[in-house]
């Protein structure tokens, strides 16, 4: 057998169809022999501590690499992009809250409370984003802090903007060695979802999803409404034009590899690859994916508003339509500060909780129901979350590509009015 052929053919296969055999083979384990289920769990672990160990590392290069190569007459759209960002993320948070209204969830509120912290206001997660911007850059990467590392990555690219000529070359080749070490970790991505759902599956099997199919359902019924209308929605307004082959896209070829990863960052290869693939901006989408892993947080948003309604509705508590719109709003704001990895969200329910006056106690309970749930609701939600920094990127190109073509035919037609 010619194993360098083998090897050749299986890293250049398709990424989607092998993690798909990496599912089925880590449930067969798991039901087939559920003690090497759980020992399969070590390629799980080594798969995704791979992925956040230089997730960090990339995009602190490759946002300063790109700001310091960057021209100064080149347009990023980046004003556009972020507006995209922060209107999808506020649009499933209000789909969030209208989808608890009609299908109403219930929990059972008798997890013990945890010992974590979590925000207990909006003052608090502004301060505590504060305080991740003036962190220590070495601190921020070690800690995959990615508010502080996208801070001192911009800060540190801009003023190297006048850099020589063979500095820009230099950062360039580092950010191109780390992103081709992270292709070469993606490719591992069977065998570490083999050993992510082995491990599941066997400590917990099915039956702790049942319990919770319906808040399940709404959850994923909401991520799958915005991924499905409300985006394409967006994405039309914004280029006048049928979004639903760049949707699909986007979904296939960056929101299934980030359901299986359960990380925007680890995905940010993923994203990156697929924007130069479609043929954008190289300036615009180094920047605006690493972005977009940090800010841009539409599944966040409906987990949060979600999850901290079904407590509502649990113990009884009118909700007037000021309170459900504000409850849009801080989930809004939680989900742009949740971290961009698997379970990031969870803690800043709390958060909303705290609207309702419920204790800190009780609300830790709900946060343990969506650890629970959390091998369909985090996959779910960080695949709609990854999948958008995309297709909203791509959207804001597309659409300033179509002003520059209108304005050259404005201007080659007054130019022939004028002969």
């Not at 909780?353 to 129901?369: E, P, R, T, Y």
């Amino acid at each position: 057998m010619d194993f360098k052929a083998l090897f050749t053919r299986i890293m250049n296969g398709n990424i989607v169809l092998q993690i798909l055999c990496g599912m089925a083979a880590g449930i067969f384990l798991a039901l087939a022999w559920p003690e090497a289920g759980k020992a399969a769990a070590i390629l799980g672990s080594l798969f995704v501590s791979s992925l956040k160990a230089v997730a960090p590392v990339l995009v602190f290069l490759l946002v300063c690499s790109s700001l310091a190569g960057k021209k100064q007459d080149s347009q990023t759209n980046m004003r556009a992009i972020v507006l995209l960002y922060l209107l999808g993320t506020f649009a499933a948070a209000v789909v969030g809250v209208l989808a608890s209204f009609l299908f109403p969830s219930k929990l059972l509120l008798v997890a013990a409370a945890g010992s974590t912290n979590p925000p207990g206001g909006i003052g608090e997660v502004l301060k505590s984003l504060v305080f991740q911007i003036f962190s220590n850059p070495v601190k921020a990467i070690a800690e995959g802090n990615y508010i502080g590392i996208l801070a001192w990555a911009v800060a540190l690219g801009i003023t190297l903007q006048r850099a020589g000529d063979t500095t820009k070359a230099l950062m360039n080749d580092v950010a191109e060695g780390t992103s081709k070490i992270v292709q070469i970790v993606i490719r591992f991505a069977p065998l570490g979802v083999l050993g992510l759902v082995a491990e599941s599956v066997a400590t917990t099997g099915f039956a702790s999803l049942l319990s919770y199919s319906h808040l399940l359902l709404v959850l994923v019924g909401a991520m799958l409404f915005v991924a499905l209308v409300v985006n394409p929605l967006i994405v039309f307004l914004t280029i006048r034009r049928n979004p639903y082959p760049l949707v699909f896209t986007c979904l296939r070829e960056s929101g299934i590899t980030a359901f299986f990863t359960r990380s925007s960052a680890a995905n940010i290869p993923v994203n990156m690859n697929l924007c130069r693939k479609l043929g954008l901006h190289e300036d615009t989408y180094s920047v605006s994916i690493p972005l977009g892993a940090t800010v841009n947080m539409a599944g966040a948003a409906i987990t949060i508003s979600v999850l901290s309604l079904a407590a509502v509705h649990t113990l009884g508590i009118p909700v007037d339509i000021p309170t459900a719109l504000l409850l849009s709003v801080v989930s809004t704001i939680g989900a742009c500060g949740a971290s961009g990895v698997a379970g990031g969200s969870l803690l800043l329910i709390p958060l909303a909780c705290s609207l309702f006056g419920m204790s800190n106690d009780l609300a830790m309970q709900v946060v343990a129901v969506g650890f629970i749930i959390g091998v369909v609701q985090d996959s779910a939600e960080t695949a709609l979350n990854s999948s958008t920094d995309v297709l909203f990127t791509a959207a804001a190109c597309i659409a300033a590509e179509q002003v520059d073509e209108s304005v050259d035919d404005d201007e080659g037609e007054f130019a022939r009015e004028s002969a």
